[in-house]
Each structure stands twice: as structure tokens, then as C-alpha cells.
């Protein structure tokens, strides 16, 4: 064909070089094409126009739109009017109007009423004789006039079709290459052209159905109008199994005739598309060591979203240029998402979670981020959940300010020497808050409903504030402006929706003119099937050839079936395509991406849409052409297979470069050969020093002794923990607790002081240990007002019971305001159900025999923290000293309540809010030792003898049952040496830094906050290094064998 098309120019000049010549082509990538295409067939050439159909409607048609003082649509105008017109017209589509679905499906439609021909009267005029709703049909008639209307000041690409003026083309020639379909008023410029000067249409050789059928308007055309036809050059390229699939491919019978061999056609099966990509990589890299340069090459696909990217990374990462058609959406760049991120963020009512998203992405120049000082993403993030701030502006203001003030509380109580991570702090809510401040400012300034030029110049102000660069992205949604006076004022969210829109249309290349490689001349060429239309290259690569996908699944319009289309067609005169039963490109498509390789193709199809996703098979396409190139007809299920070397299937589990394949990358190179090699990729990953220490720390983990890679620390590091603040400042008894559960749990937490800051809309409801401390907090409170000679009981009832409601009402605002009570309407449910049983509590309290007359509550034992407070004139500054063997720890707490007599007998209460886990009198292996401490502690407190006393927990819930489990004075003396025995175990663990991960219980891992930091083999690691003289004391400790 080119070599025909080449001939009829040359014919054409053959009296005046300068003669003029148009040839209207099907794709924009064919006019560069041909222009180098001619110039090389021809020895150069002049004066030949190549145009779309769009522009030779304009060049026709735009003089007389002009004349008639009609405007030109911009850009997404079209679009952006469908959607306006759906969205005010009630009635049958009402339901779905607003949908940004259906705006798109009924700007198609409406295209295909312009290329058809069909004006708005006509259809109203063909609408009786449509099958299937009246409602619907009068309902889109309405909506077509109400668009028609809207747009009658303003002319298009279609309209200048109508308006064609055959004698503006100054032209001895019009060639038609490269077209496939021709619409109603495309056949009608042709028809007045073809009237006036000579008209050359240039098709495939006819082939049988259903290649042929996409050229059927063509086809039917030039019956119409009469045409000769004229054959093509004869093809005299050599035969190789290329050629011999591309003179079969999709005709039938298959021809018996034995295909030659060679490697001119490669066949890839790959796991996923990311190892497509890989494959087609390589097979770039081969087909270059054979001397055909990138620019000679090309990549096809069906689905650009899937393979662009990936094409766009892989390609990257192996030093191959290549030049993306579509270029890369603006969407997908920082840029983009950081503009739709501040578009999105003003319709979020600043919700926590998507300022810190927008936050973590943001560019923010200079002058902004300099009025924000120490701004920090991540920190901000830290103190936003610290605050327990979900969203809205109030409360970022409530719940910042609250925080700032317990900052600066702590550097009051800390001073003179207040830490510079404080101060640093404050500095960082006082930012945030500005921060929200302003967003919120610009939020509120912002009208709900505004005209479009207005809402651009908000956003205009809005992003230069925010995203650095964002100039060109302006200058190109400036243009939208200029659709003001097709639109009613508009709302923030359709506005939104037309900015994004915007934003997804545009391409990298064109507003930020980036482009790393240039069609057919520097690169490899990866575009979409459709641009590969009559394109030639050396050598091919066709991706994604699955079922399904391509060929894709013809579909009915939603909005005019192919009933009601064909009933349209015979009723107006005006052919309006069909969509299941009509043409199908789509063989035509693949037979003509076939022909596009000159020497080598590749054609390939991912078992899976991604890694261990759901499978997929091989296209009947891909089959038709393992069927040509083998002879025989080719199952889906035998296609993996077909003999190598015509099919190359990837292996899932391959992260390296096969044998005999060639590497992307050195780590790609190094990767295979560890697959492929193992002693020798050994020995290349022992020369990295990463490698080494990653090699210690696997054959210390397998080995049956305890090391520092466990958990255990160094003979030689240990003795430093007595320096260490974790282990030389006194802890609270449920820290030895939780080394008896867990030595890696105790490490983290207490040694490291890791912290996890859930994120506060993730908050469901109240947690246990914030509904916990809103229990204690409010019977401290309740019971040190009513002093020690006051405690509940009957006949006071109806005093005590509101005021304790009254404090925890308060107690349950404080958490609410810190943001830890979850979804409203659960935390509704929780508040009531704690106050029911708080009330339940008093009625069990004051139906208990007071035996003890003297009583303290919060008994502080240890000395003060620096932001604390204490009016117990029972508390000590002195920690209770445990020390056995040699060996001691410091023990602080609060003791919930203590009451005592004058005779020394003394009872422990400590009460709990959870569901009853222990059990009377039981150490459980230490991890129950907060009652028996307690008592030793309340006895070093008051000066008893801790003989006397008895402890208890009072689970002071529904959860607990309002159950007592207790630990008396009995228990403490028949328990004492084992106590002793318990205690000297764990002490000695802690202060010679034995932290291994060995929990009790494997439940507990499901509740631990580090759960993901642990070996998954936790458990099997523990049982394999039980014997370790310094694990194994631990291991007889939970035996009872101590």
C-alpha cells in the first residue's frame, strides 16, 4: 500500500512537481509516518498535505461556521455541555443524570448523531417508530434539543463536516489512506470532492469475513460512487514463518503446507503483565544486538492504563528509550496528583486523614512553607493523631489548642532545662493550626455555586499557594474558561468533576513538554493498537493478547440499542452505526498489527491480570496465529504447550534473568544468577557486605543458642542495662507482667519505647484502655470527694449516685474531645452502658460490709512524674526495692484504693474494666503479680507488715461480671517462696537482657501492637532455642519447676 500510495503522488506531480496533493489519513501517527515514508520512496517530495478528518472538516467547512458568527468549541466543551443538559433535565434519566457515566455515554451519543447526520428534529420525528419506551425516547428527544440548543452559537469538527465546502480544497489529488470507517458526513464531503478532483482510496487486499467486514462504509462508498480498482504492487519479501503467519493469520482452512523456521516470530506466555513487560524488554535488547535500532521497533497493547506504566518503568530501569504515543497522563504524576489532592481536599471537611495524604505528597513553594516554621509532614501526622482529630476545622482548632496546652504545662513543670523536642513540638502545633487555619479560610471563600470562571480563578489562587510548578498545568485549565457562556453557575462538585476530567486528559508531553523519546525517530515506539494502523516497523511486540481483552467483548449502547439504532437509520436516512451486530474492527485491527513487522514479532499474553491473580487464557487471535505458524489448530488449554522455541513461557517464581535471556539490570542479572547458579550467586553475595551481616543473622536465628539476634543480648552489653532509664528508674508491675508474657514485647516496648498512634477515624469505638482510664479516673475522683469517712451505701443513695453520673459525664466529654470514643453512634451506646455500670457498681459497693475503716485512694508509690500532682498524704517518693539473689528492681504505681484498721490488717483493691482472664491466687508464671507486689507496696506506703494484707481485682463492669478475684494474706504466705522464685526469675531476665520473643500464650500476638515486627516463626524459634541456659530458667518458670 505504501508503495501504492507512493506511486499515485508521484503520478500526480509527474507534470508539476509542485502540484498539490492531500492525502487524508485514519491516525495523527500517520502523517509523520508517511511524510518519511514518501520522502524515501520518492526521493523527497512537496506540497502534500496530510490531514485528518478533522482537519479537512475545518479546512472545508470552519469559513462558513466563521461567517455565521458561530464560535468554536474548546477543549472538553462538548463534555462538559452533555453533562450540564443531563443534570437539569428531570424525567426518565433523572436517576442517573449526575453520574459522571452517563455524561460520557451520552457525549458519545450525541457524536454519533452529528457524524451520522441526525439533528435533533429528525429524531423527534423517528421516535414513534422506535422500538422499545416512549418515555425514554421522548426523554432523550428533550435532552438532544436542550443540547442542540446550548450549542447553536458554537460549531465543532462535526458541524464543519455539514458545512463543507468542496472547492476550498486546493487540491489535484485527495488520497485516502488509512481509513477504515466512513460516517454519513465524511461520505458526503468525499461524494462533493470526488466530483471536482481525483479520489484515491488505498484498502488491505480483500480478505474474507470477518477481516474485511470493518471496511464495509468504505467499501459500500466506493460501490456507490462507482470506483475502479487498481491492484497493489506486488509483495516480494522472502518467505520466513513472519511472512508465512501473515498471509494466514484468521483465514481459514489453515493451510497443510509446512511453515518454514526460524526466529522471526516469538510466542510468550508470562505469569503477569509486569513480567510481560520484562520479556518484551529483553526481546528489545536482542533484537538491537541484531543490528535494528529502537527507533525501528514498536509495542502494542490493548489496554494502555495496564501497560503504559508499566512499559514506562521497566523500560526505565533497563536504559531503553522509548517513546509513549499517549505520553504519560498528568494524573499519574506528582504534579497531577498533588492538583487533585487540593481540588478533592476542599470538599473533605479537612478530614484528618486527607489533609495528612495531601500533606505527604505536597511540594509546597517556598514562600508558603516558610510561613509554616519546622513544617513536617510526618511530624504533623504524629501530633494530628496524638490529638485524636478526625476532621473538621472546629475541632483541629479544639483538639490542637488542648494539646498545646499540655505541651506547655510540661515545660512549665520541666524548667530550667526543658528539652528542645518540647519547645520543638509546640513550634509544630502552632504551624499545623496556622496551617488549617488558612485551608479553612480558603475553603470558606470559596461559593458553593459559582460561575466557572470564577470557581478557576479560586482554584487558580488556591494551587499556586499550595503546589509548586503548577504554572503549566494553569495555563492549560485556563483555557476552560473560555465555556463560561455555555454553562449555568455551576456547583463545587461538578466543577471538581470537570477539573478532574481536565486533569486526566492531559498528557505529560504536551503541558509539561516531557518526552524522553520521538515517534520513529528515537525510541522504542509504544502506542495503542489502534495508532499501529498501517504503521510498519522492523520489528513488533504485541502485549496482552488475553481473552476477553483482545479481542474485547462487543457491548450495546446503555442509551440506544441496536434495535432502536437500526429503526433510527431506516426512519431519518442517515446510517447510525451499530454496536453488536454492526462492523467489527477488531480482526482487522490484529491482522493489520501482524503486517506491522517487517522482520520480528513477538506476541504475548500474562496467565494472570497481576501476580497470583485470577487467570486468564490466551485470545483466539494469539491462537490463530500459533495456528499459522504451526499448522494446526491451537487450544486454549495446549497453548503453554507449543514447542520452544516459537513459545517461551515465563516462570512465576523467576525474579532474575533466565539462562540464554538477557538481564534489564545488573541487580536483574545478579538475581538470575542466584536462581540459576546457587553456589556461584553465593559466592557473588558474600562480596556484599549487606549480604554478610544478613547471612549472620539467618544462621544465628537457626541455631539452637540464644543471640543478640533473638532478642539477647551480649554477655559484654548486658551489664550496661543497669544504666539504661528502662531498668534503673522504678517500673510498674504490670511491666514485669508483660516480660513474663513476652521478653520482645517488654523490649519494644519498655526498653525502645515504641509507641503505636492509631489513626483516630480508624477508631471504631472507645478502646479498652481508654475506657479503662475513664472508669479509674472517675471513681478516684468519685471516692476521694466523698473523703475516708464517707463511702457508699444505702441511705445515701440518692446523693452519691448523680454526682458519681455527673463526674463521669465530664470524664466521658474529656475523651470525647480527645478524640478517643469512636463512631458517635456507638460511642453513644458504650457511654451509656459505663454509666448503667457505674450505677450498678455503687449499688454492689454499698451493699458490701466496710470492715476497714481507713482508706486511701490513688496511693501513689514512687516518686513524682515532672507533669504531675499528688494531694495522697499516704503516697511515697520511695519505689518498693525487690531484690532477690543478688539482683533487684524499683517498683512505682497507683494503687487504685486501700482501706486498713488500726490493727494492721490491711485489703488491696485494684479495679479492672476488662472480661475476668485470672484466677484466685494464682502467680500464673508472673504474669499475675500485680496484687501480691501491691501488697508489699500499699505495707511499704503505710508502714504495715505485709503479712496482713489481702488484694483483690474488682472488675467493675458487666464485661468482669462485677466479679472479685482475690489474692489474700493466706495465699502469701502458702505462695511466698515460689513468689520469691517467680520474681528472682524474671528479675534476672530483665537486668541481664534476656528479650526473646516467647509468648505464653499464642493469642497474645494477636493483641501485641508489634505483632509485625516479630519473625513469623516466632514460635518455632522459641521451642528450638528452649534449652539455652539463659532462656531455659523462663521456660521452667511456666513449667512451675523453678
Known sequence: MEQALADAVAAAKRDDPLAPVTILVGSTLLRPYLQRRLATLLGGHANVSIVTAGELALRLGEAAMVEADRKPMPPLAARI???????????????????????????????????????????????????????????????????????????????????????QLDARLLCVYGVWELTATMGEILTRLSATIDVHVFLPEAAPEPIDSALSTVVEWLRQSSATEAPAPVDDRPLTLLRHVQDHVLRSPIPPDTPPTDNSLRLISAADPTREVRACARACLTWAAEGIAFHEMAIAYRHPNTYRPLIDSVFREAGIPVYLHEGTPLSELPLGRRILAIVDLLDEDLERRAVIDTLSDLDLPKETRERYPLFSATRWDTLSRTAGIVGGHAQWTERLGQLRTDREVQIEAARPEVP???????????????????????????????????????????????????????????????????????????????????????????????????????????????????????????????????PSPVRQDPLLLDGERAALSEASG?????????????????????????????????????????????????????????????????????????????????????????????????????????????????????????????????????????????????????????????????????????GMQFFLERILNVRVLEEPEALVSIGPLERGSLVHTTLQRFLTELGEDEWPRPARRDAHVPRLLAIADEECAGAEARGQTGFPLLWEHERQRLLDDLERWYDIEAA???????????????????DETDGNPHSTDEPLVVEVGGRALRFQGRIDRVEWDDAGRFRVIDYKTGRVWKKDGDLEAGEALQLPLYIRSAAHALGLDPTGGDAEYFYATRDGGFQ???????????????????????????????????????????????????????????????????IAPLGRLRDGSV
Not at 505462695?975 to 509468648?999: E, K, M, N, S
Open 848 to 866: 458490701q460490709e466496710h470492715d476497714l475503716p481507713h482508706r486511701s485512694y490513688e496511693l501513689r508509690v514512687g516518686p513524682l512524674r515532672r
Open 574 to 742: 442517515r446510517r447510525m452505526p451499530l454496536r453488536t451486530t454492526g462492523d467489527d474492527p477488531e480482526p482487522l485491527q490484529f491482522a493489520m498489527a501482524v503486517q506491522a513487522a517487517s522482520s520480528r514479532l513477538v506476541a504475548s499474553y500474562p496467565r494472570s491480570d497481576h501476580a497470583g491473580g485470577r487467570a486468564q487464557l490466551p485470545s483466539s487471535f494469539l491462537r490463530a496465529l500459533a495456528g499459522a505458524a504451526t499448522g494446526a489448530v491451537v487450544s486454549a488449554e495446549r497453548f503453554d504447550d507449543l514447542p520452544q522455541p516459537l513459545l517461551r513461557r515465563e516462570r512465576a517464581a523467576q525474579t532474575g534473568a533466565g539462562v540464554g535471556q538477557r538481564a534489564l539490570s545488573a541487580a536483574e542479572h545478579l538475581r538470575g544468577i542466584i536462581e540459576e547458579d546457587r553456589p556461584l550467586g553465593a559466592a557473588l553475595l558474600r562480596r556484599d557486605p549487606r549480604f554478610e551481616r544478613a547471612a549472620v543473622v539467618d544462621v544465628a536465628r537457626a541455631g539452637r543458642t540464644a543471640t543478640e539476634f533473638d532478642g539477647v543480648l551480649s554477655e559484654a552489653l548486658a551489664p550496661r542495662l543497669a544504666e539504661q532509664w528502662a531498668i534503673a528508674r522504678p517500673m510498674p508491675a504490670t511491666a514485669l507482667e508483660k516480660y513474663a508474657g513476652c
Open 81 to 167: 455541555l452533555a453533562g450540564e443538559v443531563a443534570r437539569e433535565t428531570a424525567g426518565y434519566f433523572e436517576p442517573v443524570a449526575h453520574t459522571t457515566g452517563f455524561t460520557t455515554v451520552l457525549h458519545r451519543l450525541f457524536r454519533e448523531f452529528a457524524q451520522a447526520g441526525v439533528n435533533a428534529g429528525a429524531f423527534r420525528t423517528a421516535k414513534p417508530s422506535l422500538p422499545g419506551s416512549a418515555t425514554k425516547h421522548a426523554a432523550m428527544a428533550e435532552l438532544f434539543e436542550s443540547y442542540e440548543s446550548r450549542r447553536a452559537e458554537w460549531y465543532g469538527i462535526d458541524d464543519c463536516f455539514g458545512a463543507a465546502d468542496a472547492t
Open 420 to 550: 528542645q523536642w518540647l519547645t520543638d513540638e509546640v513550634t509544630r502545633i502552632v504551624s499545623l493550626n496556622a496551617f488549617i487555619d488558612d485551608l479553612a479560610e480558603r475553603s470558606a471563600s470559596r461559593r458553593q455555586q459559582a460561575p466557572l470562571g470564577e470557581h478557576l480563578d479560586h482554584l487558580e489562587s488556591l494551587l499556586s499557594t499550595y503546589v509548586r510548578g503548577v504554572d503549566p498545568v494553569l495555563t492549560a485549565l485556563r483555557s476552560l474558561g473560555r465555556i463560561d457562556a455555555l454553562t449555568t453557575p455551576l456547583s463545587y462538585g461538578r466543577f471538581r468533576d470537570i477539573v478532574r476530567a481536565a486533569i486526566e486528559g492531559m498528557r505529560s508531553d504536551d503541558v509539561l513538554d516531557r518526552r524522553v523519546g520521538a515517534f520513529g525517530r528515537r525510541g522504542v515506539n509504544a502506542l495503542d493498537v489502534n495508532s499501529l494502523r498501517h504503521l510498519r516497523f522492523e520489528a513488533v511486540a504485541l502485549l496482552g493478547l488475553v481473552e476477553r481483552s483482545w
Open 964 to 1030: 472479685r478475684i482475690g489474692f489474700t494474706h493466706e495465699d502469701m504466705e502458702a505462695q511466698g517462696p515460689w513468689l520469691d522464685d517467680v520474681l528472682g526469675t524474671l528479675i534476672t531476665g530483665v537486668t541481664t537482657g534476656v528479650y526473646a520473643a516467647r509468648p505464653s500464650d499464642p493469642r497474645l500476638c494477636d493483641r501485641c501492637a508489634f505483632d509485625g515486627l516479630c519473625d513469623v516463626r516466632r514460635h518455632v524459634l522459641a521451642a528450638t532455642k528452649s534449652a539455652d541456659p539463659r
